[in-house]
């Protein structure tokens, strides 16, 4: 029997439509994400599909995006209608209450600092988006970013900074970005930090991991955390005798691989981002493993020799996936084992087409969104016989 329906005031009012299948009963939205995802990967005759991950309905988001609108006086939090009007989403059922919580205290503080919120329809103003994270260390710590046109408002936001950090205990991290195209995007190239520390504390499954404004982590903590179980159990089980982690980000799944493994196991995490790669070596540096390495190198570009001295390689990319280079090499390579994780499952399935040699083997879906029609996967591959 299907478990009610998801119940979302804005999307009944229909002023927010972000959550696509919030209509559906939750075990129906797993059931088509679950048909999609074999249907994705039936040309893998030996992959066996592990049960998959359900999250949370509500409280799951670690990250809030939210477009400010409206005045000084009355600014809104969430997005724009049709005519660029804002829409205001602060009561949004996906938040979690350490994450809801900030929200009133900038919306003051936004009348405080007198920030201009941005008319897209006119082309003025200073304030665009505010870009909140919170963490699941000790005492919930959030990490504020504050996406503004330009400079203008920078001596305000620092003369007011104090009164919102006394509003906000938990503040830990806050920056302002500066976005001064008239462009559909969230945020620009240059960051201004406002506090002494510049990272947020992300640990997951007891394991330290850290984040720089701008940075990337899974939306859904609890579903990074069983992400990066799997990845580790199987790591594990097999005990390579070294990893290899491309596109490794802030370094989740090498952290992981190094836990699983003696501390004499060498560990390679490569990322594009500098931010990341400092923040993963901050994560190297608390565990005291010094055969866990980090480097800044972009993955596509990554030298043969440490595709081929690894035994195990595992490639989270984005949501194109590796492409036909990059297959071809992994193909070539001498690994034993690969992981790829992936929150694009054509691009997995186009992506595993092209390297023939490799077998997968164990499967799982997990439901980093919930109400919408994407979700993670990751799979385990062997050299084919």
């Not at 350490?98 to 009348?111: K, Q």
């Not at 003696?262 to 560990?267: E, L």
């Amino acid at each position: 029997m299907d478990s009610a329906a998801f119940s979302c005031d804005y999307f009944r009012r229909g002023e927010c439509r972000s959550c696509s299948e919030i209509a559906l009963p939750y075990d129906r939205q797993l059931a088509a994400k679950e048909s999609a995802a074999h249907d994705a990967l039936a040309k893998q005759p030996a992959l066996r599909w592990l049960p998959r991950v359900a999250n949370s309905e509500a409280g799951f988001r670690n990250k809030a995006k939210m477009m400010v609108g409206g005045s000084i006086d009355a600014p809104t939090l969430g997005i724009l209608n049709a005519t660029f009007h804002g829409v205001d989403l602060a009561g949004c059922p996906l938040y979690p209450p350490a994450l809801s919580a900030s929200f009133e205290p900038l919306r003051d503080f936004i009348r405080r600092a007198s920030i201009e919120p941005y008319d897209v329809g006119e082309r003025r103003g200073e304030l665009k988006h505010l870009l909140v994270t919170v963490s699941d260390a000790p005492g919930h710590p959030l990490m504020l970013r504050m996406v503004c046109r330009s400079r203008e408002p920078e001596s305000r936001i620092r003369k007011h900074l104090p009164w919102l950090q006394e509003q906000l205990p938990s503040l830990r991290v806050a920056s302002i970005n500066l976005l001064p195209q008239h462009k559909a995007a969230s945020e620009g190239d240059e960051e201004i930090l406002l506090t002494d520390a510049d990272m947020l504390p992300m640990p997951v499954n007891g394991l330290p991991l850290y984040l720089k404004p701008g940075g990337f982590f899974q939306t859904s903590t609890a579903m990074a955390a069983s992400l990066y179980r799997q990845a580790r159990d199987w790591i594990e089980q097999r005990q390579p005798n070294s990893v290899l982690d491309l596109y490794c980000g802030v370094g989740g799944f090498a952290v992981h691989a190094a836990d699983a493994l003696p501390a004499a196991t060498p560990v390679l995490g490569v990322e594009i981002s500098t931010d990341a790669i400092a923040c993963a070596r901050r994560s190297t540096t608390e565990m005291d493993r010094p055969n866990l390495a980090f480097d800044a190198i972009d993955a596509d570009q990554i030298p043969d020799e440490a595709i081929n001295s690894a035994d195990l390689v595992i490639v989270n990319p984005p949501r194109r996936g590796i492409g036909a280079a990059l297959c071809a090499r992994l193909d070539a390579c001498s690994a034993r084992w690969l992981v790829y994780s992936s929150c694009n499952v054509d691009t997995l399935s186009a992506d595993l087409a092209r390297m023939p040699r490799w077998r997968a083997v164990e499967g799982r879906l997990l439901d980093m969104f919930p109400h919408t029609r994407h979700f993670e996967t990751i799979v385990l591959l062997e050299r084919g016989q």
